[in-house]
């Protein structure tokens, strides 16, 4: 599978093209979602504040709720970033659903993942989706299914977001 720049999906069993993802069984990502313009600016500064690409933060933040700002996952997740539960009380956030709240949230706890992992992206998005304990259990990225395709999706998002910035 192959997203191009205007975020056009291509799938072909005979890839030419470097661009093409490997995606047995993987839901495509969500396309972008114009809503998602309006928190540009709001992600731009706080991925700056804690050190994150933005493109990567739009990512997560497009596959984790299609920038949904009231989304709510099954597990309990809220907001944006999906934020669990228990980094609502940690991060001390008062309204989960309020976009910079849970932004910062969610960056700064994408920040503090990429430093435990040394900037091994996949890792730390394996960590996000999954919880720094099973990663570190595992060694790597834990072999769940829906680990492994969240983190194919937010890769494939991410490199699309780079490459509309450039």
Known sequence: MYID????YHFTDTPKS???????????????????MRYTEIIKSIATTYGV?????????????????TAVSRAGARGLMQIMPVHIQKH??????????????GTRYLSDLLK????????????????????????????Y?????????????YKQYRRMEK
């Open 116 to 143: 435990r992992y040394n900037g091994n992206l996949n890792m730390s998005l394996a960590a996000y989706n999954a919880g720094p304990s099973r990663v570190d259990h595992y060694n790597g990225i834990p072999p």
């Open 53 to 69: 690409r933005p493109e990567l933060v739009q990512a997560v933040i497009r596959v984790e709720s299609g920038f949904n700002p």
């Open 18 to 36: 470097a661009d093409y993802i490997p995606t047995p069984h993987l839901e495509a990502p969500r396309p972008p979602v114009q809503s998602g």
């Open 92 to 105: 001390r956030i008062s309204d989960p659903f309020d976009p910079r709240q849970n932004i910062t949230a």
């Open 145 to 157: 299914p829906e680990t492994r395709q969240y983190v194919q999706k937010v890769l494939s998002c």
């Open 5 to 8: 720049d205007k975020g056009g």
